[in-house]
């Protein structure tokens, strides 16, 4: 077990910069997840800390030792990798056991290391098979087992679920947790995935083109994002993102179709300004004979059961989607009166899509 | 497959049936040939009927040769296994290990030497024979194992397939090697060979038999008889001059000339198929 330090790690290919500088603390026995969407240089930085890509500047350390030229083998990592990358010639005990032998473990530990990763793993019935002849949920398995039996500093995940159907993504992501929860290795989790993010995380790294946009756990990134962006990112269905105005007064927000939606504290720095404003779908609620603070025409209802996600309009350019609770009876056409509490109004700079 | 019923399938097999009668004809001639005394063989029409010299036309065959020609066939044999085998499995060593290099290891002009490995596709062995046979008689090379074999060994062929396959290696498995903590000649020996087995299979299955029926370079390097090829020792025996061809002993030779590579290709093709078709190895 050790902690991770990434200190303005940077990236180039050729002239190309992926990764504009990353600082980052992890401590031991964290699970961090870095996520981003495809391109953002989140798979890199992970390749990086296993040592498959040079640093081109910066330092990464594990255990308090700069690795920047320590060959991966040396580094105790283990990493999974999207494809599970087993060795398909060999059995899945071949597999598990590769790294040990290459190590040198004796033949014995070996078998009780495997035993014991076999056991967690519910991979114990598997051991004589070939990786072919395994579903996609066991390769997965395997290939966990495979960095558990090295009993490494640091797991690395490069989006180990994305090759599995919805429902073992699922069942995997609650395994994982669990396995850390277990053996509380520090694991660095890589994905695009928002949701298996926001489960999985102690603290959540999210990235955009080669940035670090904001570092935090996930229910703070979800209720307080520091940019445009990771507000828009987190959170399914997405955020909603208008126009409007900040009042004269710096107590209310002017919003399309002349809605005056009050904030929670005083704005005055912004007054006047024209700002992005920012509010969860889930966070749009039924007026319900309360004074609405707006009131929306439906365009199109989608009924899940758990829930009624509602589209529509408020206004001319002012395209809102309400998540509201329980199925509710509403109908296209109809006109919507919704509250909004003011603590969860967001507004964020035009310009610099950072948070004001 | 689809199963063809009723005339459909009999209009197959009859064509099938023909088709292997007309390749097996000949083999069975010679086979016929092989076991009658000369007058038998040069009487017209020769018969169809295997005769009662099997035996002592193979053992003449193989411990004393023709009168004209006087090597033993079991000598010529033995220099054709040793030149087939030698240059199966030299030009399969290499080509692992020059398409290894070339795909899994960046240095200075990796790319220019690719190509000079695959222009010499394009220049057969008749093309460069003159320089060739310079270089190995100027080595001492003439009428030795290493001469027959060695020019013989490298091959754009087997390197070009080996690069073809190696590139449909994913990356990810020589990251886990390398983080699992294999040096890169361990990748090779761990994870590459096993993978490659049934290309390997195949391959040599064909270099065998490309090796066993070389003809132009051994006639042109070996002039004593001692290392004689079979494919060469059957000339040998063809040029007999004024005198009468020993038939019924050329012939035997020519059936015992076939069943090296015939055992080769029974014995591996189970490998030989899968290397083939098998995408999934």
């Known amino acids: 077990m050790a902690e991770v330090s990434l200190r303005g790690v940077k990236k180039r290919f050729g002239t190309t910069q992926v990764i504009h500088g990353v600082d980052c603390q992890i401590s031991d026995g964290e699970f961090i997840v870095i996520v981003g969407p495809s391109g953002c240089g989140k798979s890199t930085l992970l390749r990086m800390i296993a040592g498959l890509e040079e640093v081109t500047e910066g330092d990464i350390a594990i255990a308090g030792k700069v690795v920047n030229q320590v060959e991966p083998k040396d580094r105790d990592i283990a990493m999974v990798f999207q494809n599970y990358a087993l060795y398909p010639h060999m059995s899945v005990y071949e597999n598990m056991a590769y790294g040990l032998k290459i190590r040198g473990v004796p033949k014995a530990e070996i078998r009780q290391r495997v035993d014991r990763a076999a056991d967690i793993l519910q991979i114990g019935a598997l051991l004589e098979r070939r990786p072919r002849q395994l579903s996609g949920g066991q390769r997965q398995r395997v290939a966990m087992g495979r960095a558990i039996v090295r009993d490494p500093a640091v797991f690395l995940f490069d989006e180990p679920l994305s090759n599995l159907d919805a429902k073992l993504r699922v069942q995997m992501r609650v395994e994982i947790r669990k396995l850390h929860q277990t053996l509380r290795t520090t694991s660095i989790y890589v994905t695009h995935d928002q949701v298996e993010a926001m489960t999985l995380a102690d603290r959540l790294i999210v990235m955009n083109a080669g940035r670090v946009e904001q570092i935090g756990t996930p229910i703070t990134l979800y209720e307080d994002p520091a940019t445009l962006f990771v507000a828009g990112f987190l959170g399914s269905p997405a955020m909603n993102f208008l126009s409007g105005a900040v009042a004269a007064d710096g107590q209310s927000v002017a919003l399309p179709g002349g809605v005056q939606a009050p904030l929670a504290t005083a704005h005055a720095a912004a007054a006047g300004r024209p700002v992005t404003v920012g509010i969860r779908p889930e966070h749009l609620d039924l007026a319900e004979g309360a004074p609405p603070t707006a009131t929306m025409k439906v365009d199109l209802v989608e009924l899940l059961g758990a829930d009624t996600i509602v589209h529509g309009r408020i206004g001319d350019g002012g395209i809102l989607l309400a998540r509201i609770d329980g199925a509710v009876p509403i109908r296209t056409g109809d006109d919507l009166p919704l509250v909004l509490a003011p603590e969860r109004v967001h507004l964020f700079d035009r310009e610099t899509g950072a948070r004001i | 497959m689809i199963e063809k019923k009723g005339v459909g399938m009999w209009l197959t097999h009859l064509v099938l049936i023909l088709g292997i009668a007309t390749v097996a004809f000949p083999i069975y001639v010679t086979f016929v040939a092989s076991s009658l005394t000369l007058s038998e063989v040069l009487d017209a ?125 994913p990356d990810e498995l020589v990251e886990a090697t390398k983080i699992d903590g294999a040096g890169p000649m361990r990748f090779f020996r761990d994870v590459l060979i096993p993978l490659s087995r049934t290309n390997i299979a195949a391959l040599f299955v064909i270099l065998f038999i490309y090796g066993w029926n070389q003809y132009l370079w051994p006639l042109l390097i070996t002039t004593d008889n001692a290392m004689d090829t079979i494919v060469i020792g059957i000339k040998r025996m063809l040029a007999a001059g004024d005198d009468q061809i020993e038939w019924p002993v050329v012939m035997a030779t020519s059936m015992l000339a076939m069943i090296p590579p015939v055992f080769v290709v029974v014995a591996m093709q189970r490998w030989f198929v899968k290397g083939l078709v098998d995408s999934e190895k």
């Open chain 2, 45 to 169: 029409p020769m018969t169809l009927v295997p005769g009662s010299h099997l035996i002592e036309n193979y053992s003449t065959a193989l411990f004393s040769g023709t009168q004209m020609n006087a090597t033993p066939v079991a000598g010529m044999l033995f220099n054709s296994l040793v030149m087939a085998l030698v240059i199966a499995v030299g030009k399969i060593a290499i080509s692992l290990l020059s398409a290894f290099a070339v795909v899994y290891f960046r240095f200075p002009f990796r790319m220019v030497f690719f190509w000079m490995i695959f222009i010499t596709l394009m220049l057969p062995v008749e093309v460069r024979i003159l320089p060739t046979f310079k270089v190995v008689s100027d080595l001492g090379m003439l009428n030795s194992y290493a001469g027959l074999t060695v020019p013989l060994i490298a091959s754009a062929t087997a390197t070009f397939l080996f690069r073809q396959f190696f590139m449909t290696i």
